[in-house]
């Protein structure tokens, strides 16, 4: 596997169309290699716009990405996603692609030749990518068949098939089980690579990211480690509820707390 | 363990991909050595092959039969059977990647309307313009309309936001309609003699087969299925979806584009050869996916394959059904397609 690589982005913006709306105001942070960056907010925050931007989908209206110091669009596309891939939540129509099949689809951007042929090492990075997912054993079945949390390590794999130094994922405990929302965080905690990764749950992202960007309609509130910018009034602003951090005795770690703001004065 | 378990699985695979290349090929000459004896006159498959061996070296089986049989053969037989298996292993590549690159099972170069458009430019050159770019006339507006009528469905799928896969088909069947509407204008407004012999080309027929004209189809068919075979990693790619594509580095928007275009191409050739034969497209890959899996590499040269069967077998059934009488081969494809469209609208609903 390749090293993690730094992400850094300059006065990144974007709007759907010329003189639209913008979705993504302005924003400036840097993710140092290895790093886990956190991307949370409301729906429609523009948490999918900033991950587009940062995946190549999207061109900026102004400013930059730049992983491990080439900005992205100076590079062509393929050079891109051997560098930066993504697991996002489109859901593959079934076509009957099998497991290995999918995962073999991250080797596309390395490949050369007619058709796409594999080589002996293209193979044995599959191989990898399915192993340390524990999929070996699901490789024959068709993606259609398979569990939620099974489709996600998939994609996983696949991404990690890619040789990626900057993984980005969009919502990638969504749908999940409580155990399989546990075991895709771990998995991104050892993953030895620079990871962006958009979540809805913050108490789940305060517990994996080393840095939270907090976005509210557009524009960047906070960024930095978890404590300091999912504050109790920063939380309470952004979400239009009433947020509150508090202490678990036996586990002895901080939990946040919601609550409708109008219903919880009864006490 | 890790290459324990993964080596088997590929080598069967492998293996299996080998043994279904070489049934599919028999079963291929089979059909076609059918196709050839099978008519009118019946022609045994002894002089069926004997006449193609003397053909490709002379002398070199001793000629036990008549000339008028070597005629109804080698003239007649050989050039539609394999008209028949060009426009089947055309169609079906159409078909298969268009469902790839639209991420739609049902999409068909029939249903999305581009072999209405087809049909437009072709009668548009026969009855009006005339040939004034010679033989190449009818082809050349073919593809043309085949062009025109794709990119009248792609905007108004995007026109009404249709990018869901029924909506998408909803588009084509309505331009499809529309397109034939126009078309059928240009038959009216036509010169009466002609009009019986472009309706019957209409629904689909090979009788007009001519060894100097299969070189367009063959080569149409070789240099755009060449390209899309090159191409099976990023249709892959492409049933996953627009963004995960793009973030393997393949240009999504100008990637769809081109396949249309190539998918107008084929379709345009093969409907101004064989008329519009409809539902090859859909059915064909669909069955081939059940055979050899969903890997476009595997998908896009079995599923030419299995349409060129399909189709010699098509024509068997439009010479046979109502002997002497040649029916029109759309008139079995649309039957026997139709029917695999209601049983796969069925499988969806399952799904």
């Given at each position: ?54 995946y190549r ?10 992983v ?12 891109v996603?051997?560098r930066v891939a993504a ?77 990626p130094?900057v993984?980005i ?99 | ?246 973030t ?104």
């Amino acid at each position: 596997m390749t090293t993690a690589a730094d992400l850094s982005v300059r006065d990144l913006s974007w709007a759907p169309a010329r003189g639209g709306t913008p979705l993504l105001h302005p924003t400036s942070f840097d993710v140092k290699a290895g790093r886990v960056m956190g991307v949370v907010g409301p729906n429609g925050a523009g948490k999918t716009t900033l991950l587009r931007l940062l995946y190549r989908f999207h061109k900026p209206r102004t400013g930059s990405v730049s992983v491990g110091g080439d900005d992205i669009w100076h590079l062509s596309a393929r050079d891109v996603a051997r560098r930066v891939a993504a697991v996002l939540q489109e859901h593959p129509s079934d076509f009957a692609l099998t497991v290995a099949e999918i995962v073999a689809l991250g080797r596309t951007p390395h490949r050369r030749g007619f058709g796409g042929a594999a080589g002996a090492r293209d193979r044995d990075i599959i191989h990898a990518a399915l192993a340390r997912l524990e999929l070996h054993h699901l490789g024959d079945r068709h993606l259609g068949t398979l569990s939620g949390g099974e489709r996600q390590r998939v994609m996983v794999a696949r991404a990690l098939a890619q040789e990626p130094r900057v993984l980005i994922l969009d919502e990638p405990t969504n749908h999940l089980d409580i155990r399989h929302q546990l075991e895709v965080l771990e998995l991104i905690r050892t993953l030895p690579l620079t990871i962006v990764t958009s979540l809805h749950d913050l108490n789940l992202a305060a517990g994996v990211c080393d840095d939270v960007l907090l976005l509210e309609a557009g524009t960047c509130i906070g960024f930095g480690p978890p404590r300091d910018v999912l504050t109790e009034a920063a939380l309470s602003g952004v979400f239009g509820v009433e947020a509150r951090r508090e202490h678990l005795a036996p586990s002895n770690t901080d939990h946040l707390t919601f609550h409708l703001a109008n219903k919880g004065h009864h006490r | 363990m890790t290459a324990d378990v993964g080596t088997p699985v590929r080598m069967r695979r492998r293996g299996g991909t080998v043994a279904f290349a070489l049934c599919g090929l028999i079963v291929l000459l089979a059909s076609l050595s059918v196709a050839i004896s099978v008519g009118a006159v019946g022609v045994p498959t002894n002089t069926v092959w004997g006449v193609f061996l003397n053909r490709l070296s002379p002398g070199l089986v001793e000629q036990t039969w008549s000339q008028g049989r070597e005629a109804i053969v080698w003239d007649i037989r050989f050039p539609r059977a394999l008209l028949a298996m060009m426009v089947g292993a055309g169609l079906a590549l159409v078909g298969a990647s268009l469902q790839a690159v639209t991420r739609n099972p049902l999409a068909d170069p029939h249903l999305l309307g581009i072999s209405s458009g087809g049909a437009f430019g072709a009668i548009l050159a026969l009855l009006h313009t005339g040939l004034f770019l010679g033989l190449l006339t009818v082809p050349l507006l073919a593809f043309a309309g085949a062009l025109g009528a794709t990119a009248i469905v792609l905007a108004v799928s995007r026109f009404a936001d249709a990018t869901s896969a029924d909506r998408l088909v909803l588009a084509g069947v309505a331009v499809s309609f529309i397109v034939m509407a126009a078309a059928n204008v240009l038959i009216f407004l036509g010169d009466p003699r002609a009009t019986h012999t472009v309706v019957f080309w209409m629904l689909g027929g090979l009788g007009l087969a001519q060894w100097d004209q299969l070189i367009y189809p063959l080569a149409i068919l070789c240099l755009c299925g060449a390209w899309l075979v090159s191409r099976s990693a990023a249709l892959n790619a492409m049933t996953v979806g627009d963004e995960t594509a793009s973030t393997l580095g393949i240009p999504v928007a100008r990637f769809r584009l081109i396949v249309f275009v190539v998918g107008a191409l084929i379709t345009g050739v093969m409907v101004a050869f064989s008329g519009i034969i409809g539902f090859v497209g859909l059915m064909v890959p669909h069955v081939v996916r059940m055979m050899v899996g969903g890997d476009y590499r595997r998908v896009l040269p079995a599923s030419a394959l299995v349409g060129a069967i399909l189709l010699l077998w098509a024509d068997i059934a439009a010479r046979t059904v109502m002997a002497p009488e040649d029916m029109p081969i759309g008139i079995v494809t649309g039957l026997v397609g139709g029917v695999g469209f209601i049983w796969l609208l069925g499988r969806r609903r399952q799904a």
